[in-house]
């Protein structure tokens, strides 16, 4: 690297003016994320999660097995980590089969899909989802 | 009037130059963090105070640097100024961040704020300190003056010269190319992509790798760029230097993943096809410092 001695300094000239537009723009993108990042603070502040799991789409049966695809969401509150998913499914007062996977991270409004794969026809009995567990980070 | 105008352009052509020459700097400090999980993680769940101290602290960090060199041609230590260049380093590397995070399907329109907000200030940190050190990394022709240096005049035929004008180029690519690509091709992170990026945005992948390719060896004027314009050999210009490098970059991306075993030959050519491209970016960006280096 060329490093400038004091004799060599060249002067800035004034801010031109595509230098002005440049920098209201930059000044204009970083004010909207500072904005933003105290808007979200103020909306999250101290507001246990709310989640929720539920059943989306079709159940897809393939080779056998059967796709249970569902939602889950943190409607409100704050970020929650490991959020731990229960699927469980009754037929005839009997628990045939559970499944469980878990998310990483949900923050506030986020929502995740996946889905369980069951050998038992779900609709041949009851399904139920629940949240069995979180973390806070 | 028209002399006016004329300086008027030039201005606006200088500050564009400037600005790709901030963001060149950022890419090439910045993506190995843009690949990497653990930051996204964090961005995700991160509370809002720690993104704005984060803010707070790279905009203090970048202050010092541009009180020393920062990205622009016109040096200048003078407070004030360095405090607007540190402004817009942020915003360089804001942008440029959302960008590629958009383009590797890390945030999207479902994107939830407070987490979108997260990954963008997490990962824009090291590519904004990119930015302001954007004139250390492959110098500048601030003092090294707009000649290029002189080519070896050995007495050798010319089809020697262009011979080994273009194995420097080759050899170039392949080293920044590796040296960068091998802090990402052993890591999860690529078949983590992978499995979100497909079809059409693999395409935007590589358009947006040959633009930032182009931008960083033909666009930012770090130094030894006229010397690039000029050089010899089977990449003479510069559309065809950014297509053949990006293909050398490309070569070097599938010979690291098959080496650290992220691709079998069993593996089905769609996974080849995604994995190679989605390294391809960080590698092409190596591949381009690296044929300034040479």
């Given at each position: 690297?060329?490093?400038?001695?004091?004799?060599?300094?060249?002067?800035?000239?004034?801010?031109?003016?595509?230098?002005?537009?440049?920098?209201?723009?930059?000044?204009?993108?970083?004010?909207?994320?500072?904005?933003?990042?105290?808007?979200?603070?103020?909306?999250?502040?101290?507001?246990?999660?709310?989640?929720?799991?539920?059943?989306?789409?079709?159940?897809?049966?393939?080779?056998?097995?059967?796709?249970?695809?569902?939602?889950?969401?943190?409607?409100?509150?704050?970020?929650?980590?490991?959020?731990?998913?229960?699927?469980?499914?009754?037929?005839?007062?009997?628990?045939?089969?559970?499944?469980?996977?878990?998310?990483?991270?949900?923050?506030?409004?986020?929502?995740?899909e996946g889905a369980f794969v069951f050998k038992?026809?779900?609709?041949?009995?009851?399904?139920?989802?629940?949240?069995?567990?979180?973390?806070?980070? | 009037?028209?002399?006016?105008?004329?300086?008027?352009?030039?201005?606006?052509?200088?500050?564009?130059?400037?600005?790709?020459?901030?963001?060149?700097?950022?890419?090439?400090?910045?993506?190995?963090?843009?690949?990497?999980?653990?930051?996204?993680?964090?961005?995700?769940?991160?509370?809002?105070?720690?993104?704005?101290?984060?803010?707070?602290?790279?905009?203090?960090?970048?202050?010092?640097?541009?009180?020393?060199?920062?990205?622009?041609?016109?040096?200048?230590?003078?407070?004030?100024?360095?405090?607007?260049?540190?402004?817009?380093?942020?915003?360089?590397?804001?942008?440029?961040?959302?960008?590629?995070?958009?383009?590797?399907?890390?945030?999207?329109?479902?994107?939830?704020?407070?987490?979108?907000?997260?990954?963008?200030?997490?990962e824009s940190i090291p590519f904004a300190l990119?930015?302001?050190?954007?004139?250390?990394?492959?110098?500048?022709?601030?003092?090294?003056g707009r000649q290029p240096k002189k080519q070896?005049?050995?007495?050798?035929?010319?089809?020697?010269?262009?011979?080994?004008?273009?194995?420097?180029?080759?050899?170039?690519?392949?080293?920044?190319?590796?040296?960068?690509?091998?802090?990402?091709?052993?890591?999860?992170?690529?078949?983590?992509?992978?499995?979100?990026?497909?079809?059409?945005?693999?395409?935007?992948?590589?358009?947006?790798?040959?633009?930032?390719?182009?931008?960083?060896?033909?666009?930012?004027?770090?130094?030894?760029?006229?010397?690039?314009?000029?050089?010899?050999?089977?990449?003479?210009?510069?559309?065809?230097?950014?297509?053949?490098?990006?293909?050398?970059?490309?070569?070097?991306?599938?010979?690291?993943?098959?080496?650290?075993?992220?691709?079998?030959?069993?593996?089905?050519?769609?996974?080849?096809?995604?994995?190679?491209?989605?390294?391809?970016?960080?590698?092409?960006?190596?591949?381009?410092?690296?044929?300034?280096?040479?």
């Open positions: 690297m060329t490093k400038d001695s004091p004799d060599q300094k060249v002067e800035r000239p004034p801010r031109s003016s595509a230098e002005w537009v440049s920098f209201i723009l930059a000044s204009l993108i970083c004010a909207t994320i500072a904005g933003l990042v105290v808007y979200s603070w103020i909306i999250e502040r101290d507001r246990p999660p709310i989640l929720k799991v539920e059943a989306v789409g079709n159940v897809r049966a393939e080779n056998g097995q059967f796709y249970i695809p569902f939602e889950v969401t943190n409607v409100e509150g704050q970020t929650v980590e490991s959020v731990q998913v229960i699927a469980e499914l009754e037929i005839g007062n009997e628990i045939k089969e559970t499944g469980d996977l878990e998310i990483d991270f949900l923050t506030q409004g986020e929502k995740e038992h026809n779900p609709r041949d009995g009851k399904l139920r989802f629940r949240i069995a567990s979180y973390r806070l980070p | 009037m028209a002399a006016n105008r004329l300086k008027n352009l030039s201005a606006w052509r200088d500050e564009l130059d400037d600005l790709i020459r901030g963001a060149s700097g950022g890419f090439l400090f910045g993506i190995p963090l843009l690949y990497t999980m653990e930051v996204w993680w964090i961005g995700s769940s991160v509370q809002p105070p720690r993104i704005l101290m984060a803010m707070l602290l790279t905009f203090a960090i970048i202050f010092l640097l541009n009180r020393t060199e920062g990205f622009r041609k016109v040096s200048d230590t003078n407070a004030l100024n360095a405090a607007m260049d540190s402004i817009e380093a942020i915003a360089i590397g804001i942008t440029c961040t959302g960008l590629i995070l958009f383009l590797l399907r890390e945030i999207d329109g479902r994107t939830p704020l407070a987490e979108m907000l997260g990954k963008l200030v997490y990119g930015v302001a050190l954007a004139n250390q990394f492959l110098g500048d022709d601030r003092q090294s070896n005049h050995h007495h050798r035929s010319s089809n020697s010269k262009q011979f080994n004008a273009t194995l420097a180029d080759i050899g170039g690519t392949l080293i920044g190319a590796t040296v960068i690509g091998f802090n990402i091709a052993p890591t999860d992170e690529v078949s983590m992509l992978a499995t979100a990026v497909s079809g059409p945005w693999l395409l935007a992948v590589m358009i947006v790798s040959l633009i930032i390719s182009y931008a960083i060896v033909f666009q930012a004027e770090f130094s030894n760029q006229d010397k690039r314009e000029q050089q010899q050999g089977i990449f003479q210009r510069p559309l065809s230097e950014t297509f053949a490098s990006y293909i050398i970059s490309l070569l070097a991306a599938a010979m690291m993943l098959l080496l650290f075993d992220r691709l079998s030959w069993s593996d089905p050519w769609q996974q080849w096809l995604s994995y190679i491209i989605l390294l391809g970016l960080p590698a092409t960006i190596g591949g381009a410092a690296g044929r300034l280096a040479v």
